[in-house]
Structure formats: structure tokens, C-alpha cells
């Protein structure tokens, strides 16, 4: 099923939670008559393509990762000036408001230091092997502590994928499919893994692997509509990029995830 299209009603109103692109919390009209309360981020092209791929992706694994949206505003409607624009209207990038916190709220101040009882619940979350080895698959180099909503141990949700495929500003160039990049999440658990807690987290990153070893790639990328996006170039590089890159996650995620190496 393809990424719902949808309309931006007036009275969206800007929210900022340090986010860096100008954001707004609004209802939308959806092609089914109904209505959904939504984040809609002002983000360029090719971010965009960023995020539909990697919230359709992750979803198709499993994940947990708040319903996507394309969302037409009008400029009376909102003052949008990066997203695609159309005839009168700006597109831009939606996703389903949770209600539930980031991590940041938890926030020490110091670093990316969250409190220890924090931590143990996000190392003892069922999902948190498979959670990072996607952000290994996807090259996402900014899974930040405001980039994962949590309200407790059954309210964890995955958002921001504007920075998959080593960042907004990618080109096929950058994209080596057996190349290590930065994994935000290993700087901030790694260091907190204990020995009986490896084991549940390889678990998660080799079914992980199998998941995505079966998954239709290609159609989950046409469903996600960033091909209309992206260049023919950059879209076959992206997806020689996730296909290619399939056999290397298991090595390169429990090496990041400090797990001796798999043969």
C-alpha cells in the first residue's frame, strides 16, 4: 500500500522541541473522510525521500514507527518554503502524533547521559537488537536521543529518518554497502551492554537480517513514493545500496554492538 496522501486543515501551529526544521503539529484530512492529528515537517526533497523510505522500511520489519503521511498546505495554511511544491501548494512530510515523549525529556544535561533505570528498559526492550540493526541497514547516522519516543516499556516508537544513507544530503558516492557508519544508538548502549544482555540483542539483529534477506525491496520503495522524488540515479544507487547491503548487517551491527564477531 502506497504512502496515504492527505490535506493540512488551517490551525496548524509551529512546535519546536530543538528540532532543527521548522515544524508544526496539525490535523489532516485524509482521503477517507476521516482526520488524524499529525507532526509536519518542512524538510527538502531529498530528506523527504529520506524519511519515507526509512519509516516504510522499518515498518515493513516490524518496527514500531508512527503512521506517514504526504500532506498538500496551501500558504495560507502553513509557511512552508523547502518541501515540493505544486500548483498553489507545498507537500510535506507527516507522521502521526504520538503523544509520547522523546528521549530527551529524560535528558541529564550532560552529553547524551540518560538515567540508568532509563537505559536498562531500552536494553531490555524486545525490539532493540532488530531496532539497531536497521539503523546499521539504513546507514542512519542520527538516531539521537530526540529521535525515539518512549512512554514506557510497550510505548517505544522509532521517528526521524531524515538522515538514512549517511544524511540528508547523500549521493551515490557516499553509499558503500559494506562500509561501517556512525550507528547513534551503539554511542549511547553500547557501553551499557552486560554479558546476559547480548544475547537477546544478537537475537534481534539476526532477525533482523532474515527479515530483510525475504523482503520486497523494490516494492516497498515504489510504495513509499520517494522514487518520485529522487533522481533515477540516486534511486538506483540507494537501492543497489539496501539490497547489497543486506549480507554485511549481522558483522557490522554486532560489531558495533561490541558482540564478538559472526563468521
Same mark, same amino acid.
Given at each position: 500500500?502506497?504512502?496515504?496522501?492527505?490535506?493540512?486543515?488551517?490551525?496548524?501551529?509551529?512546535?519546536n522541541a530543538?528540532?532543527?526544521?521548522d515544524?508544526?503539529?496539525?490535523?489532516?484530512?485524509?482521503?477517507?473522510?476521516?482526520?488524524?492529528? #499529525?507532526?509536519?515537517? +518542512?524538510?527538502? =526533497?531529498? /530528506?523527504? &525521500?529520506?524519511?519515507?523510505? !526509512?519509516?516504510?522500511?522499518?515498518? @515493513?520489519?516490524?518496527?514500531?514507527?508512527?503512521?506517514?503521511?504526504?500532506? #498538500?498546505?496551501?500558504? +495560507?495554511?502553513? =509557511?512552508? /518554503?523547502? &518541501?515540493?511544491?505544486?500548483? !498553489?501548494?507545498?507537500?510535506?512530510? @507527516?507522521?502521526?502524533?504520538?503523544?509520547?515523549?522523546?528521549?530527551?525529556?529524560?535528558?541529564t544535561?550532560?552529553?547524551?547521559?540518560?538515567?540508568?533505570?532509563?537505559?536498562?528498559?531500552?536494553?531490555?526492550?524486545?525490539?532493540?537488537?532488530?531496532?539497531?540493526?536497521?539503523?546499521?541497514?539504513?546507514?542512519n547516522?542520527?538516531?539521537?536521543?530526540?529521535?525515539?519516543?518512549?512512554?514506557?516499556?510497550?510505548?517505544?516508537?522509532?521517528?526521524?529518518?531524515?538522515?538514512?544513507?549517511?544524511?540528508?544530503?547523500w549521493?551515490?558516492?557516499?553509499?558503500?554497502?559494506?562500509?561501517?557508519?556512525?550507528?547513534?544508538?551503539?554511542?549511547?548502549?553500547?557501553?551499557?551492554?552486560?554479558?546476559?544482555?547480548?544475547?537477546?540483542?544478537?537475537?534481534?539483529?539476526?532477525?533482523?537480517?532474515?527479515?530483510?534477506?525475504?523482503?520486497d525491496?523494490?516494492?516497498?520503495?515504489?510504495?513509499?513514493?520517494?522514487?518520485?522524488?529522487?533522481t533515477?540515479?540516486?534511486?538506483?544507487?540507494?537501492?543497489?545500496?539496501?539490497?547489497?547491503?543486506?549480507?554485511?548487517?549481522?558483522?557490522?551491527?554486532?560489531?558495533?554492538?561490541?558482540?564478538?564477531?559472526?563468521?
Amino acid at each position: 500500500m502506497s504512502v496515504e496522501l492527505a490535506r493540512v486543515q488551517p490551525g496548524a501551529r509551529p512546535f519546536n522541541a530543538r528540532n532543527i526544521n521548522d515544524t508544526w503539529l496539525g490535523v489532516l484530512d485524509l482521503a477517507d473522510g476521516t482526520n488524524i492529528h #499529525a507532526v509536519l515537517k +518542512d524538510i527538502y =526533497p531529498k /530528506e523527504m &525521500a529520506n524519511e519515507l523510505i !526509512g519509516a516504510s522500511l522499518a515498518i @515493513a520489519l516490524g518496527l514500531p514507527v508512527p503512521r506517514i503521511f504526504l500532506a #498538500a498546505a496551501k500558504p +495560507d495554511v502553513l =509557511p512552508a /518554503e523547502k &518541501a515540493l511544491s505544486g500548483k !498553489g501548494f507545498r507537500v510535506l512530510f @507527516a507522521s502521526e502524533l504520538k503523544g509520547t515523549p522523546s528521549l530527551m525529556q529524560y535528558w541529564t544535561g550532560v552529553g547524551e547521559q540518560l538515567p540508568q533505570s532509563m537505559l536498562e528498559a531500552l536494553i531490555s526492550w524486545a525490539q532493540c537488537g532488530s531496532a539497531f540493526a536497521f539503523d546499521t541497514w539504513a546507514a542512519n547516522v542520527d538516531r539521537n536521543i530526540g529521535n525515539l519516543l518512549f512512554g514506557g516499556p510497550n510505548d517505544i516508537w522509532l521517528i526521524d529518518h531524515g538522515h538514512i544513507f549517511t544524511g540528508q544530503n547523500w549521493s551515490g558516492s557516499h553509499l558503500k554497502a559494506d562500509s561501517e557508519y556512525r550507528n547513534r544508538m551503539s554511542e549511547w548502549l553500547t557501553p551499557k551492554f552486560r554479558g546476559t544482555q547480548k544475547g537477546p540483542l544478537l537475537r534481534g539483529i539476526i532477525n533482523m537480517h532474515e527479515s530483510a534477506q525475504i523482503m520486497d525491496i523494490d516494492g516497498i520503495i515504489s510504495a513509499s513514493r520517494a522514487l518520485e522524488i529522487l533522481t533515477p540515479e540516486d534511486a538506483k544507487a540507494m537501492l543497489t545500496f539496501l539490497k547489497d547491503r543486506v549480507e554485511h548487517v549481522p558483522n557490522i551491527a554486532t560489531k558495533q554492538a561490541g558482540i564478538p564477531r559472526l563468521l
